[in-house]
């Protein structure tokens, strides 16, 4: 059987830093299974000078499952900055490239010696793994932390799941040319996280309303799906439900009608239903 070598940026046979003998350490095919895809050095620079331009000496940055270091790399000399890799060899290689510290292990529970203010790196394209990825980014980091990772589309499509990770992040995504590795089909997309109370999601259109559409109860999905065009999904839900008491009833019994069904936990819903009642439906008392 013909194994062939992960090519990094070019279509040499040697991987950089490792002697001839131990080039079989990762095969294209050990590649796939991991779901590594090593960043070309000239991307990772951009995407550094894109998304983090801002870094300074007071930063510490971590660049998690680092490979051959090109994050790391592509961090300015003068910010402070370690990697992770859980592939000994591949430590040894990145710490020779970039001069930096690499940490031997998985970066989901590995010991970190610092507080990170920013972890910036191209993780297997798992969703396990890029889950878990985030989780820990979310423990390790300081309010208003922040992390970028260039993710495969994929995995930004769910929009439940997007929902979810916005409970914890800001996040702002955009696409990027998947060309960045010859052999891969799958779309890419670079993501900024960021650590914040208050939470804004750019370049997700529709998620909040496929999650708010998919809590509705199936009379209001009906309206909207099948019904007038121009009904939004909390109209929607006021006229199934005030259908469902009668045609009339009091705000406190509009409430209590879609309290269990609200599209939303926001806090504020009561006061969603008040104003769409006001917009599109008369007072008879």
């Given amino acids: 059987m013909v194994t062939e070598l992960v090519l990094v940026g070019t279509h040499t046979d040697r991987l950089p830093g490792i002697p001839e003998k131990e080039t079989a350490l990762c095969p294209i095919t050990r590649r796939a299974e991991l779901g590594q895809w ?18 300074n000496g007071s ?36 710490e020779n490239n970039t001069g930096r510290h690499i940490i031997v292990g998985d970066f989901r ?7 990170p203010t920013a972890i910036v790196g191209n993780p297997p394209y798992d969703v396990r793994l890029i889950e878990g990825f985030l989780r820990r980014a979310a423990i390790v980091l300081p309010d208003n932390g922040r992390c ?4 495969p589309a994929y995995a930004m499509q769910t929009h439940r799941r997007i929902w979810r990770w916005h409970q914890t992040w800001s996040m702002v995504a955009e696409i990027v040319p998947r060309r960045l590795f010859p052999r891969l ?3 890419l ?18 998620y909040r309303e496929a999650v708010e559409f998919e809590n509705l109860g199936k009379a209001a999905k009906l309206i909207l799906t099948y019904g007038h065009p121009r009904k939004g999904i909390w109209r929607a839900l006021v ?6 008491l009668g045609g009339k009833a009091t705000l406190q019994d509009i409430y209590t009608a879609i309290e269990p069904r609200r599209p939303t936990a926001n806090a504020w819903w009561r006061e969603k239903v008040r104003q769409v009642l006001q917009l599109h439906f008369a007072r008879i008392s």
């Fill in 38 to 55: 090593f960043t070309p050095e000239w991307a990772a620079v951009e995407l550094v000078e894109r998304y983090f331009g801002d870094l």
């Fill in 185 to 187: 089909s799958l779309p």
């Fill in 109 to 115: 529970n590995v010991q970190l010696p610092c507080v």
């Fill in 189 to 206: 997309v670079f993501v900024q996280f960021k650590k914040e109370k208050v939470r804004t999601l750019v370049g997700f259109a529709l």
């Fill in 239 to 244: 006229e199934a439900t005030l259908e469902r």
């Fill in 59 to 94: 930063d510490y940055v971590i660049e998690p499952s680092c490979g051959f270091g090109a994050f790391l790399k592509a961090i300015p000399n003068h910010v402070p900055a370690i990697g992770v890799e859980i592939d000994p060899a591949l430590a040894v290689v990145a």
């Fill in 148 to 151: 970028g990772f260039l993710l």
